[in-house]
């Protein structure tokens, strides 16, 4: 895991979070679409927004996500740096246009 605060030989265990329907571990608007999506429906289990689990996607699914909204963990936004691969590939183009030219 890139970017973690963990040391060798530790394990992180994510535990469910409230109002996560989709479990990106980041309760926004994609949740509250879902739940729209499968409004009133019934016998749909979490996955398909009913949180309760009382078999009805309604209001305590959708009171449940507006209680929980902006908990979690955010979306990383990429990190800018090339993977070496990419990099690689990236200065092979560049020395090829560089011979072209010459
Ligand atoms: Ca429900």
Same mark, same amino acid.
């Given at each position: 895991m890139q970017d973690s605060c963990l040391s060798s030989g530790e394990l992180l265990i994510l535990a469910d979070l409230p109002g996560d329907v989709n479990r990106d571990r980041w309760v926004a608007g994609d949740h509250l679409s879902t739940i729209i999506t499968y409004? #009133?429906?019934?016998?749909?289990g979490p996955e398909y927004?009913?949180?309760? #689990?009382?078999g009805t996607v309604d209001p305590p699914d959708y009171s449940e996500v507006i209680s929980y909204w902006g908990t979690g963990l955010p979306p990383q936004p990429p990190s800018g740096v090339p993977e070496p691969a990419t990099l690689g590939l990236l200065l092979l183009s560049g020395w090829a246009l560089l011979r072209r030219r010459c």
């Open positions: 409004w #009133g429906q019934t016998g749909l927004a009913d949180l309760s #689990g009382n």
